[in-house]
Nanobody
Framework: QVHLAESGGGLVQPGGSLRLSCAASGRIFPGYTMDWFRQAPGKQRELVATMFAGGSTYYVNSVKGRFTISRVNAENTVYLQMDSLKLEDTAVYYC?????????WGQGTQVTVSS
C-alpha cells in the first residue's frame, strides 16, 4: 500500500507561480514513476508531467516551458513547479505513482488561476 500526500494548491493570478508537492509513503519499490495529472471541470483527467525512474521527464505540450517536475529520491517526494500560470491551468491536480505495477493516487489539490 502506498499513500500519497499532496500540498501546495491555491488561488493565484495569471502569470503567477505555485509549487505542488507530493510525498509518498508505504511499501515503495525501486524503479517507480511519478506523475501529475489534472482535471478541469467538465473535462477528462489529463497527464501533465511524468518523472521516470531514470530521471527523464515528460510534459504535455500545453505546459512545456512553464512547468517543471522534480523529485527528491531520498524523500520519495515529487514536486511540480508551475510558472506563468494561465486561466486554463485551473483544475484539480492529482499526484500519481506507478509502483511495482500498481497505480496509486493522491487526494487532489485545487489550483485556481483567476484575476
Amino acid at each position: 500500500q502506498v499513500h500519497l500526500a499532496e500540498s501546495g494548491g491555491g488561488l493565484v493570478q495569471p502569470g503567477g507561480s505555485l509549487r505542488l508537492s507530493c510525498a509518498a509513503s508505504g511499501r515503495i519499490f525501486p524503479g517507480y514513476t511519478m506523475d501529475w495529472f489534472r482535471q478541469a471541470p467538465g473535462k477528462q483527467r489529463e497527464l501533465v508531467a511524468t518523472m521516470f525512474a531514470g530521471g527523464s521527464t515528460y510534459y504535455v505540450n500545453s505546459v512545456k516551458g512553464r512547468f517543471t517536475i522534480s523529485r527528491v529520491n531520498a524523500e520519495n517526494t515529487v514536486y511540480l513547479q508551475m510558472d506563468s500560470l494561465k486561466l486554463e491551468d485551473t483544475a484539480v491536480y492529482y499526484c500519481s505513482m506507478m509502483n511495482n505495477g500498481v497505480r496509486s493516487w493522491g487526494q487532489g489539490t485545487q489550483v485556481t488561476v483567476s484575476s
